[in-house]
DNA sequence: CACTTGACCTGTCCGC
DNA sequence: TGCGGACAGGTCAAGT
């Protein structure tokens, strides 16, 4: 759910409303989505500013005046929502999601020397979140395996293929759901892009043409930066760090469009199941390659 | 190494 | 109305 969009959005949203905060108290009882000791918060948490929010595929990176940071993962249903001191009984007034805080899925609390708060909110507690030295982030195992960040000025088509069809006998939306492929791709965004490619999601990777997966990640990018612009997807969790939701659904083609007609050609849409997944896919637009 | 499947969680929805 | 089961999907461990 929250997709490279939404976290970049968040991302946004966490720097333009926490930069120079500095935290003064952390209340967290998680101990597998945050499970450093008492030690590491008060030595290099409690007392740090926050200085930068950076993103990296759909992993959040804030860090500290102590030279740590937290990594942070929202996975399925994470959400990170900042409160001024005065909102903290009370959801964001466009419509929300989130009512007064904290809830039951609030997770972890920071609170900063202004008595604002951010809360890490997180029903099915799939997200997580680690304080560690700076310097050790480029060497998580994750992190080195991640593959190119589509929106980089420094992408290449080429690298792209390659990496493509080392997975010749996956489906495509399995491999671009690969974050060892392509950071940033997960399930919404996979149908939107193969419809807009006209591919269908159980082609075989190995069976694609230069040009077609030149459009596929043409397709990725024109929708990850749609929706960046839209703020994200929320089709039930997700909202921004504000406390928002992002209205990209509501221009979506395929993603539960299911028994609709494709604004291309008028076929009713269907949906299946391709990588163990919710699939969404026009049959006549997307015909199968193999 | 390539590829697939199950586990991790909780809330919601559907059928009986 | 209550209850069991399927389903939602990001990622990793474990399996083939």
Not at 19 to 25: P, R
Not at 34 to 50: C, E
Not at 207 to 220: A, E, P, R, V, W
Request: net charge positive; proline share 5%; aromatic share 8%.
């Amino acid at each position: 759910m929250p997709e490279l969009p939404e976290v970049e959005t968040v991302k946004n949203g966490l720097n333009r409303l926490l930069k120079n905060k500095k935290v003064q108290s952390v209340v967290y009882d998680w101990p597998k989505g945050f499970p450093n000791s008492q030690a590491d918060v008060n030595n290099f948490l409690i007392g740090a500013s926050i200085l930068t929010v950076k993103r990296r595929g759909k992993s959040l990176i804030v860090n500290l005046s102590s030279k740590y940071c937290l990594v942070i993962h929202l996975k399925m249903t994470g959400q990170l929502v900042f409160r001024g001191k005065e909102q903290f009984g009370a959801g964001h007034p466009n419509d929300s999601l989130v009512g007064p805080l904290p809830d039951r899925s609030t997770r972890v609390i920071l609170t900063f020397d202004d008595d604002s708060k951010l809360f890490f909110n997180d029903q099915r507690k799939f997200g997580w979140m680690r304080l560690l030295p700076e310097i050790e982030v480029a060497n998580l195992n994750f992190m080195k395996k991640l593959g190119p960040e589509p929106l980089s000025s420094s992408f290449k088509n080429t690298e792209f293929r390659s990496r493509v069809r080392r997975r010749k006998n996956s489906s495509i939306k399995a491999t671009i759901l690969d974050q060892t492929v392509l950071a940033g791709v997960g399930n919404i965004y996979a149908d939107e892009s193969l419809w807009i490619a006209k591919i269908h999601p159980s082609s075989l990777s190995g069976t694609l043409s230069d040009n077609k997966l030149n459009l596929l990640i043409k397709s990725i990018k024109e929708v990850f930066t749609k929706s960046i612009s839209l703020g994200g997807s929320t089709d039930k969790n997700y909202v921004d760090a504000e406390g928002k939701k992002g209205s990209y659904l509501e221009f979506a083609n395929v993603f539960r469009k299911e028994g609709q007609p494709c604004p291309r050609c008028n076929t009713i849409i269907i949906k299946t199941r391709v990588a163990s997944r919710g699939t969404h896919l026009c049959p006549k637009c997307q015909r199968k390659t193999k």
